[in-house]
């Protein structure tokens, strides 16, 4: 049966409003490029642990080639089975989707069947696509579940979205949420305008996916016009694969955040953060190669403190770049109140069994 916004655990569905860490999960593999469900399993027990309020299976993070290597249930299922036994209280359990619609729509009902919560709906293979097109699109894979909206930046694969787009995107009344990861100031602000010219402000949950300005968009509001009413509306919550590592730091930086924006007084040393987690990014996401290296930094974090075996990918060419390893030596070393590698070493031996 369809899966309704209005369906899911009040629990589930309050978590995601009042915003939440949502790491983008990676995908274990071993020396094979099989999967290693041990380690697959260890990597969600952590981020339960850490404190995230949910997970995001299936995304860029785990790589879109899981569904051509014949794991992306296998993949999914694991998720969604070890959060049930480990969580001490219901985890936001967004799926991802891809493909054009038919393959999407498979995708969504599978995701359902295992209880996701929401679909995270990825339009990299829509290229091309009128915004006719691109919402019907939309709207069919919406009937199905709730979807979360999922602006992928352009170096990775993602098009670009204006705000008609999202205003009409908003309007589909089964959105939950957007993720906002063009790595764009102004089509980020696409987003938001969108969101309000439908009046959704309310039902969408807005997350930042902007790995590179992950502390101000969680700290600083955004006022918009609604023909000639002010309106203000806030980022609650990250779905990033940049919290897919030193996730418990994470969560005690949202957290920082949110006590912050309720008391109104987000000071100098919090915004200040942001150039310093953005720096980390850079050495994770491989600015210095257009992000070639993205989804392996993420790895060798992992490897490092050993939750991963090694940083292999799916893809065999894609692997750290030249140098990356040596930026990675340097925020660990210069940020290294932003690591959680003593939190990691505490409870890796668990994580494992």
């Given at each position: ?13 309050g978590t995601l409003r009042r915003g939440a860490v949502i790491p983008a999960h990676p995908l274990a593999l071993d020396a094979a490029r099989r999967l290693d469900a041990r380690r697959q399993r260890a990597l969600a027990r952590y981020y339960l642990d850490a404190g995230a309020g949910g997970i995001a299976v299936g995304v860029h993070a785990t790589q879109f ?164 009413e002010p309106v203000s509306v806030r980022i609650k919550g990250g779905l990033l694969g940049h919290w897919s590592v030193w996730t418990r730091r994470a969560v005690e930086l949202h957290a920082r955040v949110q006590a912050a924006v309720a008391a109104g007084s987000v000071d100098a040393d919090l915004l200040a953060l942001d150039a310093r987690v953005t720096d ?74």
């Amino acid at each position: 049966m369809p899966l309704h916004w209005s369906d899911l655990p009040a629990e589930v569905l309050g978590t995601l409003r009042r915003g939440a860490v949502i790491p983008a999960h990676p995908l274990a593999l071993d020396a094979a490029r099989r999967l290693d469900a041990r380690r697959q399993r260890a990597l969600a027990r952590y981020y339960l642990d850490a404190g995230a309020g949910g997970i995001a299976v299936g995304v860029h993070a785990t790589q879109f080639a899981i569904r051509e290597a014949g794991m992306y249930e296998p993949v999914l299922r694991l998720a969604i089975e070890t959060a049930r036994a480990w969580a001490k209280a219901p985890a936001v359990m967004i799926a991802g989707l891809s493909g054009r619609t038919a393959q999407a729509r498979v995708e969504a009902q599978l995701s359902r069947g295992l209880g996701y919560h929401a679909g995270m709906l990825s339009l990299a293979a829509m290229k091309g696509a009128s915004i006719d097109e691109l919402i019907a699109h939309c709207a069919a894979i919406a009937a199905e579940m709730p979807l979360v909206g999922f602006y992928l930046q352009p170096a990775v694969g993602g098009i670009a979205l204006p705000a008609e787009f999202w205003r009409r995107f908003a309007s589909i009344e089964n959105v939950v949420a957007i993720k906002i990861a063009p790595f764009n100031r102004y089509r980020t602000l696409d987003v938001v305008r969108g969101v309000v010219a439908a009046r959704a402000e309310e039902r969408i949950a807005l997350y930042t996916g902007n790995d590179d300005h992950i502390v101000l968009d969680l700290a600083v509001p955004f006022a918009v016009m609604r023909g000639a009413e002010p309106v203000s509306v806030r980022i609650k919550g990250g779905l990033l694969g940049h919290w897919s590592v030193w996730t418990r730091r994470a969560v005690e930086l949202h957290a920082r955040v949110q006590a912050a924006v309720a008391a109104g007084s987000v000071d100098a040393d919090l915004l200040a953060l942001d150039a310093r987690v953005t720096d980390c990014n850079s050495a994770l996401f491989d600015v210095a190669h257009d992000f070639a290296g993205c989804i392996p930094g993420c790895h060798e974090v992992l490897r490092r403190q050993g939750l991963l075996e090694g940083t292999w990918c799916l893809d065999p060419n894609e692997r750290l770049s030249p140098g990356q390893s040596e930026e990675i030596d340097r925020v660990c070393r210069e940020h290294a109140d932003l690591t959680d590698d003593e939190f990691v070493r505490a409870n890796l031996a668990r994580w494992l069994a």
